[in-house]
């Protein structure tokens, strides 16, 4: 409890000077009335000086407490480890993908699904040859998701803004790296009806550069709601040397492009990135925010914010993402890059390409143990990393 007044002993202890003074000397010639008025001051003083200089009972300032209560803590920030919010799946003899979709999801036409989560894993899989082995430790996803593109992402931090259509958490501890991730008629609210900025939540995404991808089931952290509806309790993890982990917003790389009168999509790539050709690629990036722009409707209206990638980096297809963590290994032609804290069951890293066209940013090279951000055009026939760059600031901007 705080103390925001003077006590009833400090009170009566200056009153006691008071009648001391007063009875002994308040009738010498002279001295009365300076002598009251110090005593007056003497009280003021005291009274003052103990209003103004009020601490708890734990004895820490007040302005420390409130500082400590809006910089409370989330348990988790950052990228999710497959193993939190996917399920596994034992092939058995006889099985088929078009079996374990039914039986384990229970819609047969979610093979798709099937095969892009396990394509890392068993790359000998797609449509054209669904064949699957005995044994085989296949992902399925949680029993709650909507179907979605089988590109499934997750990540947790704490809400920072909030509308109808979307939600941005703060995927970082100690300093700003935000993600906004979109709404739709599907997805799942797990544990609670809704949530509000300075929730600490789980996220999980359908990552496709569809338009119509977004977030499959979000839920309080605290428990793994992801795989059961008791919920099981989270470990923290252990934060690894880097400064961020897992895919960044897009906006972390990605520049703004406000459209003026007059323009079109060709003369924005001419005057952005120098070169009209790269009209495709503006189209492909701004996909998920105006989705009827395609090659045959290219049109634009004033006051569209259009995404523009970095000038320093190379023609691309137009499909990037963007990563960071802690390069863990590294050749002439490939990268891995470890995309989560340090954490047990975490040993394989995001695999991808390097070429004569990859920049290095802020650095002439890097090596295995730097801590970097990097750009990847994952569009078709590409799959390499456009440019790197170390984590002490962000370059591409």
């Not at 003083?45 to 302005?63: G, H, Q, R, W």
């Amino acid at each position: 409890m705080f103390r925001i007044s003077p006590t009833t002993a400090e009170i009566n202890f200056a009153f006691l000077i008071f009648l001391l003074c007063y009875s002994e000397i308040v009738m010498k010639k002279g001295f009365a009335l300076p002598l009251i008025l110090a005593v007056v001051i003497l009280f003021v003083a005291t009274a003052s000086f103990a209003a103004f200089n009020f601490k708890p009972n734990n004895s820490f300032p007040l302005t420390k407490l409130v500082k400590q209560k809006l910089e409370s803590k989330c348990e988790f920030y950052g990228q999710l480890d497959k193993e939190f919010y996917l399920d596994k799946y034992i092939v058995q003899k006889g099985d088929t993908l078009l079996s374990i979709a039914q039986n384990q999801l229970g819609d047969n036409s979610r093979v798709d699904e099937l095969i892009q989560l396990n394509r890392q894993t068993y790359p000998s899989i797609s449509i054209q040859n669904p064949k699957i082995e005995a044994n085989w430790e296949l992902e399925i996803p949680a029993k709650i998701y909507p179907k979605s593109s089988g590109i499934i992402e997750s990540v947790g931090g704490k809400v920072t803004g909030q509308n109808s259509k979307s939600i941005t958490i703060n995927l970082k501890r100690d300093s700003v790296v935000e993600q906004i991730s979109y709404f739709n008629s599907y997805t799942k609210f797990l544990s609670v009806n809704a949530f509000k900025i300075g929730d600490c939540v789980y996220i999980v995404k359908d990552g496709s550069a569809r338009a119509e991808a977004g977030i499959l089931a979000i839920s309080p952290q605290g428990k793994n709601y992801f795989k059961s509806e008791q919920g099981t309790e989270v470990k923290q993890q252990k934060r690894d040397k880097c400064e961020f982990y897992g895919f960044l917003d897009k906006d972390f790389f990605l520049t703004k492009y406000t459209v003026q009168k007059g323009d079109n999509i060709s003369s924005v790539a001419q005057k952005e990135l120098g070169d009209a050709t790269r009209t495709e690629e503006l189209i492909q990036l701004n996909k998920p925010w105006y989705p009827h722009l395609t090659d045959q409707t290219p049109f634009i209206e004033v006051g569209w914010q259009l995404r523009v990638p970095p000038k320093m980096l190379t023609k691309s297809s137009g499909a990037l993402v963007g990563i960071g963590g802690e390069i863990i290994e590294k050749t002439d032609s490939t990268i891995s890059i470890n995309l989560a804290y340090n954490q047990a069951g975490i040993d394989d890293g995001y695999f991808s390409h390097v070429n004569t066209t990859t920049k290095n940013i802020g650095k002439s090279s890097f090596n295995v143990g730097d801590c970097i951000y990097a750009v990847e055009d994952t569009g078709i026939n590409a799959d390499f990393i456009l440019g790197i760059s170390p984590q002490d600031r962000n370059y591409f901007k």
